[in-house]
């Protein structure tokens, strides 16, 4: 466990070091508030105090200086607490998305062998709540407490002036209340922190198949049975919530306790220093309001390690994930692209990892540049382990692969991927205009190659139809799309690419006649000139195809 969390603790260390000077600004600003209030509370005390004896005795008093002094103090503690919220905020959102972008980067090469395994739901979570529950560890832990350090420093220092047995009453109580609570609501929320990470990730990937699965649920399912599940995995979030919160109301409790007796204890022997003409009337009520302002410091600490918990279990999750070896490691020195475009499978064979059952067994066959080849068989005979290991998502147990004579071991990954356009029969839409989506292609298309490409794919006439045309948002799932219109738009984003090599996963299931030959009509169009796998079991799409073959149990059948 102790190694686990040094991993994490340097790994928060080093994502956070291009933001230090954002940081530290932010712990002066923070330091620069908590001094003010207190010397503000200090200052008033004294003044009125001195004001009421003055106003008795008759004695002259400058008044001017320490008004002058009060209105300065309020000052720079508002402005001082605007810019440290402007500077700790700025600091945070730009920490979250270097983090993101972080992530990204790591997760990219992991797809989609190492994430297969895991669930929509589960990866939103680590995208989404995992990343946001890291902002705690600067906003309230990193600042909070280099602030209460500087600033305890700083108090300290300035009540052993007026009295060392005054200065370490404080201290004590400085230490009970931002050492010994924060300490102990770390040791006692750890454990729920992290039970809070894992219950709210489980919650959110059932909720998340639960909305997406609605109408096959309530149509073949039985939604009472989902929704007591979900109920359940509510509760599980609830128990650990219910822990902190009592962790949070004691602490907070206590605060209160140590902060008051420490109080008192600072009054007691002021009054002391005061009958013994060591201190005045105003000064003792300036060191009472001054011990009692300088808890502000430390008050906040032991809720910020209590929720140390969480954001250990966040950081664990992300970095599980990231720290796992890609299933395709790119050669050191890749070769450059291929200028032929034929596809040889030589002997290969392959199973997944954990399956003693082989995906592929010596599959060997020759495709040129420029034919089709046609991959039929039941469900799980190979045909989508084959396109997997042609697009470089997994690697070959044994035998070789290559495109254009060279072998896909020589090739980077993007190499391979930019040479492949894929068609399958789940084309993916995120939720932005259909344009957004068409681009996702060629970022760099023209209005003209845009259009050109849809035409292509008879989809251009559907598109123009539509009140927004190519602005028009889809929606979650595609949702404002028939199925044949996806299909199209994934045809229209292969012409765009205008790749050589085309694989055709299933293009057509699902589709009624008349859509079916619509999407047919426009994959010939795709195909011309171009070398091509289509996985199907339609017998419309082979009139696409020079070639056929047939597998099952990942062998080649005659």
Known sequence: MKCKKNRELRWLFTISRPYLGWMMAGVLLATTVILANVALLAVSGWFITAMAISGLSAAAINYFTPAAAIRGLAILRTVGRYLERLITHEATFRLLAGLRQWFFERLEPLAPARLQNYQGGDLLSRISADIDSLENAYLRLFTPTLAALLASFLMIM??????????????????????????????????????????????RQRTSETVRGLAEITLYGDPQQRMAIIQDENKALVVPQRQQNRIDASSAALTGLFSQLTWLVMIVIAIYLLQSGQLDGPELVMLAFFGMASFEAVATLPIAFRAL??????????????????????????CAAPQQFDIRFDSVCFAYPKNKQPALRDISFHLKQGQ???????????????????????????????????????????????????????????????????????????????????????????????????????????????????????????????????????????????????????????????????????????????????????????
Request: hydrophobic fraction near 45%; proline fraction near 4%.
């Open 158 to 203: 300035f009540l052993l002036f007026w009295s060392p047995a005054i200065a370490l009453t404080n201290l004590v109580g400085l230490l009970m209340v931002g050492l010994v609570l924060p300490w102990a609501a770390l040791y006692l929320g750890m454990n729920s922190g992290q039970q809070i990470v894992e219950a709210r990730a489980v919650l």
């Open 309 to 334: 918990g969480e954001t250990w279990g966040a950081a664990r999750r992300i970095l599980d994930l990231v720290d796992a070896d890609p299933a395709v490691t790119d050669p050191i020195h890749p």
């Open 372 to 558: 089709k080849l046609a991959i039929r068989g039941a469900s799980g005979s190979g045909k989508t382990s084959l396109t997997q290991l042609l697009l470089k998502f997994w690697t070959a147990d044994s035998g070789q692969i290559a495109i254009g004579g060279t072998g896909l071991e020589d090739l980077s990954g993007d190499t391979v991927r930019k040479l492949c356009a894929v068609v399958s029969q789940q084309v993916h839409l995120f939720n932005t205009t259909l344009a957004a989506n068409l681009y996702l292609a060629k970022p760099n298309a023209t209005s003209e190659e845009l259009l050109e490409a849809c035409r292509a794919a008879a989809i251009l006439d559907d598109i123009l139809a539509l009140p927004e045309g190519f602005d028009t948002e889809v929606g979650e799932a595609a949702t404002r799309l028939s199925g044949g219109q996806i299909r199209r738009i994934g045809i229209a984003r292969a012409l765009l690419k205008d790749a050589p090599i085309v694989i055709l996963d299933e293009p057509t299931e699902g589709l009624d006649a008349g859509t079916e030959q619509q999407v047919i009509q426009a994959l010939a169009r795709l195909l011309q000139g171009r070398t091509a796998i289509i996985i199907t079991h339609r017998p419309q799409l082979l009139t696409l195809v020079d070639h056929s073959l047939m597998m099952d149990e990942g062998c080649i059948v005659p």
